[in-house]
């Protein structure tokens, strides 16, 4: 099976941005979290939000579904972001995903040259990686693949290496 990182596309202007001084790293229960809603604010689909090796990832209520149908263990909870001017609001969960210990450690690494281990994580289509102090999601093809026919907003993919793990 191939896997993907899955990151912001920070191609796109006027992304959606949480004020990261709003949200509670700590809770798992239903918050509101604000931002500056624009005229011509983009809500993505996919934020990750990190502060300080703390991380949370966001999805849009679409995206949440499409992840519930690939992952039978994925626990998530709504975050009302709400606009500091009253001006709406929209519902994004916030996803836990499983940690996956599988980063193969190689000199000069960066998230464009990740290497994971293959065992451990066959037969997964999401899970969570700590690399390099922060923390990224891995998707399955399949998964991602689904995912790129809903035509998502704010979001890339890209490739990661596997291999078989060393005995020594």
């Given amino acids: 099976m191939e896997y993907f ?11 959606l941005k949480i004020q990261p001084d709003t949200v ?3 809770t798992t229960e239903a ?7 624009k005229e011509d604010t983009v809500f993505v689909d996919y934020l990750p939000i990190r502060q300080l090796f703390r991380h949370a990832f966001y ?7 499409l992840l519930d149908l690939y992952s039978d ?16 609001q929209k519902v994004y969960w916030r996803v836990a995903i499983e940690l996956a210990d599988c980063v193969v450690k190689e000199q000069n690494m960066n998230y464009a040259s990740l290497t994971l281990n293959k065992n451990g994580i066959s037969g997964k289509h999401i899970f969570r990686i700590a690399f390099e102090k922060q923390e990224y999601l891995i998707v399955s093809l399949n998964l991602a693949e689904t995912i790129l026919r809903k035509e998502p907003a704010g979001i890339r993919f890209f490739s990661v290496k596997l291999q078989e793990e060393n005995n020594e």
């Fill in 5 to 15: 990182l899955m990151m912001p596309d920070e191609r796109i202007g006027n992304r």
């Fill in 24 to 26: 509670d790293f700590e």
């Fill in 31 to 37: 918050c509101s979290v604000y931002a500056d809603f």
């Fill in 59 to 65: 999805v849009s209520d679409d995206f949440k579904e």
């Fill in 73 to 88: 263990k994925l626990n998530a909870f709504p975050v009302f972001i709400t606009d500091k001017n009253q001006k709406g």
